[in-house]
Protein backbone atom coordinates (compact mmCIF):
# COMPACT_ATOMS: atom_id res chain seq x y z
CA UNK A 1 0.00 0.00 0.00
CA UNK A 2 2.80 2.28 0.73
CA UNK A 3 3.56 2.53 -3.20
CA UNK A 4 0.30 3.28 -3.85
CA UNK A 5 0.98 6.15 -1.83
CA UNK A 6 3.98 7.11 -3.05
CA UNK A 7 2.28 7.16 -7.01
CA UNK A 8 -0.84 8.89 -5.46
CA UNK A 9 1.74 12.19 -3.69
CA UNK A 10 4.33 11.69 -7.45
CA UNK A 11 0.85 12.37 -8.99
CA UNK A 12 -0.27 14.97 -6.91
CA UNK A 13 3.26 17.21 -7.22
CA UNK A 14 3.30 16.54 -10.41
CA UNK A 15 -0.20 17.90 -10.90
CA UNK A 16 0.58 21.34 -9.07
CA UNK A 17 3.67 21.55 -11.28
CA UNK A 18 6.44 21.37 -8.62
CA UNK A 19 8.58 19.03 -11.13
CA UNK A 20 12.24 19.45 -9.26
CA UNK A 21 10.06 17.77 -5.81
CA UNK A 22 8.53 15.12 -8.44
CA UNK A 23 11.58 14.30 -9.33
CA UNK A 24 12.80 13.88 -5.90
CA UNK A 25 9.75 11.97 -5.04
CA UNK A 26 10.13 9.57 -8.55
CA UNK A 27 13.39 8.31 -6.43
CA UNK A 28 11.74 6.04 -4.16
CA UNK A 29 9.57 4.12 -6.98
CA UNK A 30 12.04 3.47 -8.96
CA UNK A 31 14.56 1.84 -6.02
CA UNK A 32 11.12 -0.01 -5.30
CA UNK A 33 10.67 -1.25 -9.38
CA UNK A 34 14.19 -1.46 -10.95
CA UNK A 35 15.21 -5.19 -9.82
CA UNK A 36 11.83 -6.63 -9.91
CA UNK A 37 11.59 -8.85 -13.33
CA UNK A 38 8.55 -7.92 -15.21
CA UNK A 39 6.37 -11.02 -13.69
CA UNK A 40 6.56 -9.77 -10.04
CA UNK A 41 5.80 -6.28 -11.10
CA UNK A 42 2.68 -7.51 -12.84
CA UNK A 43 2.23 -9.74 -9.65
CA UNK A 44 2.43 -6.86 -7.57
CA UNK A 45 -0.03 -4.32 -9.85
CA UNK A 46 -2.86 -6.96 -9.95
CA UNK A 47 -2.41 -7.51 -6.01
CA UNK A 48 -2.57 -3.86 -5.51
CA UNK A 49 -5.82 -3.40 -7.99
CA UNK A 50 -7.46 -6.19 -5.77
CA UNK A 51 -6.11 -4.26 -2.49
CA UNK A 52 -7.69 -1.24 -4.00
CA UNK A 53 -10.95 -2.60 -4.93
CA UNK A 54 -11.16 -3.81 -1.48
CA UNK A 55 -10.28 -0.83 0.41
CA UNK A 56 -12.09 1.39 -1.92
CA UNK A 57 -9.43 4.34 -2.27
CA UNK A 58 -7.80 5.97 -5.80
CA UNK A 59 -6.69 3.49 -8.46
CA UNK A 60 -2.97 3.36 -8.18
CA UNK A 61 -1.16 4.56 -11.44
CA UNK A 62 0.89 1.33 -12.37
CA UNK A 63 1.50 0.99 -15.65
CA UNK A 64 0.91 -1.98 -17.96
CA UNK A 65 5.20 -2.98 -17.90
CA UNK A 66 7.71 -1.86 -15.69
CA UNK A 67 9.80 -1.01 -18.47
CA UNK A 68 7.30 1.57 -19.33
CA UNK A 69 7.30 2.58 -15.93
CA UNK A 70 11.31 3.25 -15.13
CA UNK A 71 11.69 5.00 -18.41
CA UNK A 72 8.57 7.45 -17.36
CA UNK A 73 10.13 7.82 -14.06
CA UNK A 74 14.13 8.29 -14.85
CA UNK A 75 12.99 10.91 -17.71
CA UNK A 76 11.52 12.69 -15.08
CA UNK A 77 14.39 12.45 -12.63
CA UNK A 78 16.96 13.04 -15.67
CA UNK A 79 15.14 16.37 -16.66
CA UNK A 80 14.25 18.18 -13.19
CA UNK A 81 16.39 16.62 -10.64
CA UNK A 82 20.01 17.84 -9.43
Not at 8 to 23: H, M, Q, S, T
Not at 25 to 51: D, F, T
Amino acid sequence: MLSVLEQNVLEYIERVGNFKAAAKAALRPVELIYYKPQEVYGAMKNWLSKQVEIMVIAQPPFLENSRTMMYVLVSLMYKYGD
